[in-house]
């Protein structure tokens, strides 16, 4: 069962005190598995992010990142909001049609969550399995286009954030 008829399949319980403790495992448990990948380890023991490291080196080309504002600004701007703060409204709650808004793309939200090369994917091919309204810009922005825009999307993060997301990365490159 995918990720979603669970959730659909929630929405329709109702929910006594007692249970409402384990539907949360639950649903925080599939959450983590829907995005695929392994959250960091910090983010897993709960333990609090050092401030004390080094000075962070984000290593983006100043270029590609005012190129990725300019295709961010022409095709992405609509939906994700100014600067990826997304619109109004909740975007963990579907729509009338059953499909999640576009979420926020800076530190409020998911994106930072996932691997580059699992923004590319989505970019590319649109929202998975429909669960959302992204369409596929495989065809419409070149490649170079997309990883400029994926840049774009990182300079947006914080510092901290920007750690997670560093550290999530290498992982995955060692899978």
């Known amino acids: 069962?995918?990720?979603?008829?669970?959730?659909?399949?929630?929405?329709?319980?109702?929910?006594?005190?007692?249970?409402?403790?384990?539907?949360?495992?639950?649903l925080a448990a599939l959450t983590l598995t829907a995005c695929e990948e392994k959250a960091p380890d910090s983010i897993m023991t709960g333990e609090?992010?050092?401030?004390?490291?080094?000075p962070l080196?984000?290593?983006?080309?100043?270029?590609?990142v005012a190129r990725g504002h300019a295709v961010y600004t022409e095709n992405c701007l609509e939906c994700h909001g100014e600067a990826g703060k997304g619109q109004p409204g909740d975007w963990r709650i579907r729509d009338a049609d059953g499909r999640y808004p576009p979420p926020p793309l800076d530190d409020s939200a998911h994106a930072w969550h996932h691997p580059t090369?699992?923004?590319?994917?989505?970019?590319?091919?649109g929202s998975p399995g429909g669960q959302g309204n992204?369409?596929?810009w495989r065809g419409k922005l070149t490649e170079q286009q997309m990883q400029d825009v994926v840049a774009y999307i990182k300079s947006l993060w914080s510092?901290?954030?920007?750690r997670l997301w560093w550290e999530m990365e290498q992982q995955s490159l060692e899978d």
């Open 117 to 125: 090369a699992v923004l590319l994917e989505a970019i590319r091919d």
């Open 159 to 162: 510092d901290e954030i920007y």
């Open 57 to 64: 080196d984000r290593n983006l080309d100043p270029q590609q």
């Open 134 to 136: 992204m369409p596929a």
């Open 1 to 26: 069962m995918s990720p979603a008829e669970v959730f659909q399949r929630l929405e329709r319980i109702t929910v006594n005190p007692p249970r409402l403790a384990s539907l949360a495992v639950l």
């Open 48 to 54: 609090p992010i050092s401030t004390d490291a080094a």
